[in-house]
């Protein structure tokens, strides 16, 4: 039995593989991608987020905190993130849920007890768990564990990867996954870098080895508008997904912005808020430039 760090759990899931699923979303990841909108499951800590519209400053987070981390000025609730170990007294004592710890550590047996309780709606719409992030593969020892447990227990699994890990890591995933669903970021290394803190050739490599040893993979495409949605782009995503041995099709994402806030609440400053996402129009010219290039499109809805 082993241990791992996730941030949150989300049954009943539609849009993370077929049919009815649990997503787990691990935490950590070596991406930092500028549109990221989990904050919370970048890095490998646990956290404190603070959500300010529900706080009354009363002051009982104050009292129970021993790092003396938080304090209490004009302008509402302050916190020295150097000192705090996110112990989550101050969550504990807040009557208004305005204090909340990112991060839990977890062992596989506690895990796959919470994934089987819907394994009767995973064998009925053929569904099962979806392992993501953060970075799954950043927690290799507890990945390939739960992949093997939920195995065992007639489970489907699938991850959801930027497959940024050492290649030859990948073999046990491979080997305990149903589904893989690979992210490209952008084709350019050096704006790949700029946009995620590294750069693309171990992953564009391993989604190769991927492609080469598993025929359930499906490559996963954000598209962030004036970020890496160009044509140039969009044609070199093409050329290397075709040359793929193995593939069941692509994914396009829609930029959004759902998670803005929640890097205010970790006192962190979001880069992209000029980018407005996508409309329904734009999405389906890209689908059609996908399609038109043989690549079927690859949509999750249950």
Same mark, same amino acid.
């Given at each position: 039995?082993?241990?791992?760090?996730?941030?949150?759990i989300?049954?009943?899931?539609?849009h993370d593989?077929?049919?009815?699923r649990?997503?787990?979303?691990?935490?950590?990841?070596?991406?930092?991608?500028q549109?990221?909108?989990?904050p919370?499951?970048?890095?490998a800590?646990?956290?404190?987020?603070?959500i300010?519209e529900?706080?009354?400053?009363?002051?009982?987070?104050i009292?129970?905190?021993?790092?003396?981390?938080?304090s209490?000025?004009?302008?509402?609730l302050?916190?020295d993130r150097e000192?705090?170990?996110?112990?989550?007294?101050?969550v504990?004592?807040?009557?208004?849920?305005?204090l909340?710890?990112w991060g839990?550590d977890?062992s596989?047996e506690?895990?796959?007890s919470k994934i089987?309780?819907?394994k009767?709606?995973?064998?009925k719409?053929g569904?099962?768990?979806?392992?993501?992030?953060?970075?799954?593969l950043a927690?290799?020892e507890?990945?390939?564990?739960?992949?093997q447990a939920c195995k065992?227990?007639g489970?489907?699994t699938?991850i959801?990867t930027?497959?940024?890990?050492?290649t030859q890591?990948?073999d046990?995933?491979? @080997?305990?996954?149903?589904?893989? $669903?690979?992210? !490209?970021k952008?084709?350019d290394?050096? /704006?790949?870098?700029? &946009?995620?803190?590294?750069n693309?050739?171990?992953?564009?490599h391993?989604?190769?080895?991927?492609?080469?040893?598993?025929?359930?993979l499906?490559?996963?495409?954000?598209?962030?508008?004036?970020?890496?949605?160009?044509e @140039?782009?969009?044609?070199?995503e $093409?050329?290397? !997904?075709?040359?793929?041995?193995?593939i /069941?099709g692509?994914? &396009?994402?829609?930029?959004?912005?759902?998670?803005?806030q929640?890097?205010k609440?970790?006192?962190r400053?979001?880069?992209?808020?000029?980018?407005?996402?996508?409309?329904?129009?734009?999405?389906?010219a890209?689908?059609?430039?996908?399609?038109?290039?043989g690549?079927?499109?690859?949509a999750?809805?249950?």
């Amino acid at each position: 039995m082993s241990y791992g760090r996730i941030y949150n759990i989300e049954r009943f899931t539609l849009h993370d593989g077929p049919g009815i699923r649990t997503t787990v979303f691990f935490k950590g990841c070596p991406l930092y991608c500028q549109w990221c909108s989990n904050p919370e499951s970048q890095l490998a800590h646990k956290e404190l987020s603070i959500i300010a519209e529900n706080c009354t400053k009363c002051g009982r987070c104050i009292d129970v905190c021993t790092p003396h981390a938080l304090s209490l000025e004009s302008d509402g609730l302050v916190l020295d993130r150097e000192r705090c170990n996110a112990c989550g007294a101050c969550v504990e004592t807040c009557r208004t849920e305005a204090l909340e710890v990112w991060g839990k550590d977890i062992s596989t047996e506690e895990l796959l007890s919470k994934i089987e309780r819907d394994k009767p709606f995973y064998d009925k719409s053929g569904g099962g768990v979806t392992f993501s992030g953060g970075e799954v593969l950043a927690q290799m020892e507890f990945l390939v564990d739960i992949l093997q447990a939920c195995k065992k227990e007639g489970i489907a699994t699938a991850i959801q990867t930027s497959c940024y890990a050492a290649t030859q890591s990948l073999d046990p995933v491979i @080997e305990h996954t149903d589904l893989i $669903i690979a992210d !490209i970021k952008h084709m350019d290394s050096i /704006l790949h870098q700029r &946009l995620t803190g590294v750069n693309n050739e171990r992953i564009l490599h391993n989604i190769k080895y991927i492609a080469e040893k598993h025929s359930a993979l499906v490559v996963q495409l954000p598209l962030i508008p004036g970020i890496n949605d160009t044509e @140039e782009n969009i044609a070199q995503e $093409i050329r290397f !997904i075709s040359s793929l041995p193995h593939i /069941l099709g692509v994914s &396009l994402i829609a930029y959004h912005q759902l998670g803005i806030q929640k890097y205010k609440r970790l006192g962190r400053e979001y880069l992209l808020p000029h980018v407005q996402p996508p409309d329904k129009e734009y999405m389906e010219a890209k689908k059609r430039v996908f399609h038109n290039a043989g690549l079927p499109i690859v949509a999750f809805n249950g």
